[in-house]
């Protein structure tokens, strides 16, 4: 799913979990210190599903998104 339109923009699922500002994310993505299944990315734009694409900036693995309350 991860290469169609569908998804999360890449440097906004990084924002969200915390790893810096959607620009700074843009910048760490062009240094290639981004990967999205064991690839490295570095083109900006690319759309992932934070649920099942395995992240990792600088090696490390992005935490999980937290689940949401459907009931609350």
């Known amino acids: 799913m991860s290469e169609d339109v569908e998804g999360i923009r890449l440097q906004k699922v990084l924002a969200a979990a915390g790893i810096a500002?959607?620009?700074a994310s843009e910048i760490m993505?062009?240094?290639?210190?981004?990967?999205?299944?064991?690839?490295v990315v570095t083109?900006?734009?690319?759309?992932?599903?934070p649920d099942t694409d395995h992240i990792r900036v600088d090696g490390a693995r992005i935490p999980r998104?937290?689940?949401t309350c459907t009931s609350c």
Do not use: D, H, T
């Not at 993505?29 to 981004?34: A, D, L, M, S, Y």
């Open 21 to 23: 500002s959607r620009r």
């Open 29 to 39: 993505i062009e240094e290639g210190r981004v990967e999205v299944n064991g690839k």
């Open 43 to 49: 083109e900006q734009g690319r759309r992932v599903n």
């Open 65 to 67: 998104p937290a689940a």
